[in-house]
């Protein structure tokens, strides 16, 4: 029996198909439709969902039921001594929360990891947690290495429209009128509990620069890094295959690394609408501050 399973959920972009691939347990993130529930990747496509949320269908996030998470738990402990789990940032669902309080009930077996992460930089924990389980490591000790370094990473990301933030109350209805009216884009950025506003921008080339050149500065001012290498770059995008890869193209003209492009989990799509995207910087772990 190998020692130390980890489990992750949807909201880090990692699909069911991919799980099996990398080793891991996924737990589809629900939310409804018109009070229709769907789950992440088993009973909805991302055509669809957008058409939905196009068309003016009412759509609203919700957590997992508490059966589903320990099921997933329990599959995986039929296979593995303990596991890790690292759920999306307890700063943005109480999922988090609920998942620590149901641990307890494990006596030690399930070690919940709040890493203040969502979509690339979820994932990426994730995949640095299956390497260290792969190498041995335990999930109290994968946990405190992860913890260490859990704000050597940031997000920023933008919206085409200020429709579905306003839904979700994260800005005023009067400021969503007027900043679809005049193209204003706001340019948000995420590094640990809760996503904040950078600034205001007007026009998405203008923005998107602004996020590549506040990406550029993170690298030595935030981060104190010699530079992008120490970093991995990733993207994430709400569009077609087309535009995601226009998207791409230019995130790596400009740094001259190059960047993967994932989907945006439609738990968070449902607050951002199509046409959002973001732009991470990942500090690789061997280049984290405190390592050698």
């Not at 759509?59 to 997933?72: A, C, E, F, K």
Request: charged letters at 25%; aromatic letters at 8%; one cysteine or more.
């Amino acid at each position: 029996m190998e020692k130390t399973a980890v489990v992750t959920d949807s909201n880090s972009g990692i699909s069911q198909e991919k799980a099996k691939k990398y080793g891991v347990y996924v737990l589809p993130m629900p939310f409804y439709v018109d009070d229709e529930l769907y789950l992440e990747g088993q009973t909805i496509t991302h055509e669809d969902f957008f058409r939905k949320q196009k068309n003016g269908s009412v759509i609203y996030t919700s957590q997992p039921n508490p059966s589903d998470v320990t099921g997933l738990w329990e599959e995986a402990l039929k296979k593995y001594e303990e596991l890790i789990y690292i759920p999306m940032s307890g700063g943005l669902s109480g999922s988090c929360d609920t998942a620590m309080a149901l641990s307890r009930q494990y006596h030690g077996k399930v070690v919940v990891a709040d890493l203040g992460r969502i979509s690339v930089t979820q994932k990426y924990a994730v995949m640095e947690a299956r390497k260290m389980a792969q190498q041995g490591l335990g999930a109290l000790e994968i946990a405190a290495r992860l913890q260490f370094v859990k704000n050597e990473c940031m997000i920023y990301l933008t919206v085409d429209t200020l429709k579905y933030l306003k839904q979700g109350g994260r800005i005023s209805a009067s400021s969503a009128m007027i900043g679809n009216v005049l193209n204003i884009k706001p340019l948000l950025y995420l590094q640990g509990e809760k996503i904040e506003l950078a600034e205001k921008v007007r026009g998405d080339k203008a923005v998107r620069k602004k996020m590549m050149q506040a990406a550029e500065r993170d690298i030595t001012e935030r981060f104190h890094a010699g530079g992008i290498e120490e970093f991995y770059l990733a993207a994430a995008a709400s569009m077609t295959a087309a535009d995601a890869k226009k998207l791409k193209d230019s995130f790596e003209d400009y740094f001259q690394v190059s960047c993967s492009m994932a989907s945006i989990p439609l738990s968070i799509a449902t607050h951002l609408g199509y046409g959002a995207y973001g732009l991470a910087l990942i500090r690789k772990m061997d280049k984290q501050a405190g390592n050698t």
